[in-house]
Nanobody, 124 residues
Framework: EVQLVESGGGLVQTGGSLRLSCAASGFSFDDKAVGWYRQAPGREREGISC????????YRASSVEDRFAISIDSAKNTVYLQMNSLKPEDTAVYYC?????????????????WGQGTQVTVSS
C-alpha cells in the first residue's frame, strides 16, 4: 500500500518558519517528480513547488518564491518543504504529491499519489 504521510504543520506567527516533511512508504520517490500543493478555505488548490524527476529543475510559484524551498532526502525517501518568512496568506492545508508533471507548474496524473495534508496556520 502506498502512503505519503505529511508532518510538521502547526501554528506560527507572521515571519516565522516551519519545515514540512512527507515520508513515503510502499513507494519510492526515485525517478518521480514530487511536489507540494496547498489549499486555503474557499480557494482552489494551488501547486506551489515541485522538483523534476531528474532532480535538475525546481519550480516555485511566485507566491512563495524566495521564501519556500523544496528538497528531497532519497535515503529517507522523504521530501521536505522549508517555509520561511511566513505570512497569514500562507495559511492552508498543505499536501505533498508524487508522480506528477513538474515544469512551469504542477500537473497531476492519474497515477499521482497524495498525502493526507497537514494544516499550517500563520497568525498576524
Amino acid at each position: 500500500e502506498v502512503q505519503l504521510v505529511e508532518s510538521g504543520g502547526g501554528l506560527v506567527q507572521t515571519g516565522g518558519s516551519l519545515r514540512l516533511s512527507c515520508a513515503a512508504s510502499g513507494f519510492s520517490f526515485d525517478d518521480k517528480a514530487v511536489g507540494w500543493y496547498r489549499q486555503a478555505p474557499g480557494r482552489e488548490r494551488e501547486g506551489i513547488s515541485c522538483v523534476t524527476n531528474d532532480r535538475q529543475r525546481i519550480y516555485r510559484a511566485s507566491s512563495v518564491e524566495d521564501r519556500f524551498a523544496i528538497s528531497i532526502d532519497s535515503a529517507k525517501n522523504t521530501v521536505y518543504l522549508q517555509m520561511n518568512s511566513l505570512k497569514p496568506e500562507d495559511t492552508a492545508v498543505y499536501y505533498c504529491a508524487a508522480d506528477l508533471i513538474c515544469d512551469f507548474g504542477l500537473r497531476e496524473l492519474g497515477s499521482t499519489h497524495w498525502g493526507q495534508g497537514t494544516q499550517v496556520t500563520v497568525s498576524s
